[in-house]
């Protein structure tokens, strides 16, 4: 096998990954498993270096840029037949409420995980790869939550491609959604370097905020999961906000109805 065969099939394992961890119900168990394998997947692609704070963010621009176009996004319609007799507004609460429970779970893993490392010392040379394995795991969730949501309120991404890959990337970074009326948007045969510094900023703040992990004694597992929560519930309103703005300020819309009260 080339060497060019063996990237692209390590990168397909890779995406195959991250899309099952962005599975709307999974077992704590399987969550682990599937952390693990990330992590493993990780290791394999020669990050031993992530001591480094620009190494590993560089590797996880490029790991994001990856398994963006393996998110699995659902159309309306599949949406629609998943929860039934739900307004736009309740099918967008179930979303965020089911991302929000996911990227806790992957929070809770990951804590989980360091602290069982904290009990053998040599073993805290793999936590930065775990750390930046749960970050890519928890973005990975929030560009499908970000995707979903664009379907819900009129707004879809372009379809498929490299358009379609870059303005995910984009309105998750920005925590805005993609105008559609605004020419060019998504257009270009890779990420533009300023949508790179973007998605490298906000990369930076979750790596940090994850850095609680670390806490010894699974409480880095209570942390990590509470704030993992909190972070994709504030994504998912900035952007819901934003979203609605856009879908009532479109030619021929019809007045954006209230927003029902946020699920719990």
């Given at each position: 096998m080339s060497e060019d065969s063996e990237r692209t099939e390590d990168r397909d394992e890779l995406g195959k990954t991250v899309a099952a961890l962005t599975a709307d119900e999974i077992e704590p168990a399987r969550r682990r498993q599937l952390l693990t394998r990330l992590v493993g997947q990780a290791r394999a692609r020669g990050i031993g270096d992530l001591f480094k704070p620009r190494a590993a963010l560089r590797w996880m621009v490029d790991t994001v840029a990856e398994i963006a176009p393996h998110v699995p996004v659902r159309d309306l319609a599949t949406l629609r037949r998943h929860f039934p007799g739900l307004s736009d507004e309740e099918l967008a609460d179930r979303l965020v409420r089911n991302a929000s429970r996911a990227t806790a779970g992957v929070g809770a893993a990951g804590g989980g995980a360091s602290a069982v490392q904290w009990t053998v010392t040599p073993t805290l040379l793999s936590a930065p790869?775990?750390?930046?394995?749960?970050?890519?795991?928890?973005?990975?969730?929030?560009?499908?939550?970000?995707?979903?949501?664009?379907?819900?309120?009129?707004?879809?991404?372009?379809?498929?491609?490299?358009?379609?890959?870059?303005?995910?990337?984009?309105?998750?970074?920005?925590?805005?959604?993609?105008?559609?009326?605004?020419?060019?948007?998504?257009?270009?045969?890779?990420?533009?370097?300023?949508?790179?510094?973007?998605?490298?900023?906000?990369?930076?703040?979750?790596?940090?905020?994850?850095?609680?992990?670390?806490?010894?004694?699974?409480?880095?597992?209570?942390?990590?999961?509470?704030?993992?929560?909190?972070?994709?519930?504030?994504?998912?309103?900035?952007?819901?906000?934003?979203?609605?703005?856009?879908?009532?300020?479109?030619?021929?819309?019809?007045?954006?109805?209230?927003?029902?009260?946020?699920?719990?």
């Open positions: 790869v775990l750390l930046a394995a749960e970050t890519v795991a928890v973005v990975a969730v929030e560009l499908k939550l970000t995707g979903e949501l664009h379907e819900i309120y009129g707004l879809p991404l372009p379809a498929g491609g490299t358009e379609r890959t870059i303005a995910l990337v984009q309105a998750w970074a920005s925590q805005r959604g993609v105008n559609p009326m605004m020419p060019g948007v998504g257009v270009g045969a890779v990420l533009g370097t300023a949508a790179r510094n973007e998605l490298r900023d906000t990369l930076l703040k979750r790596f940090g905020r994850n850095l609680t992990t670390l806490g010894p004694f699974l409480t880095g597992a209570a942390v990590a999961s509470y704030l993992n929560r909190r972070a994709t519930r504030t994504l998912a309103d900035q952007l819901r906000a934003d979203l609605r703005r856009q879908r009532h300020s479109l030619p021929g819309a019809s007045p954006t109805p209230p927003a029902l009260p946020e699920s719990s």
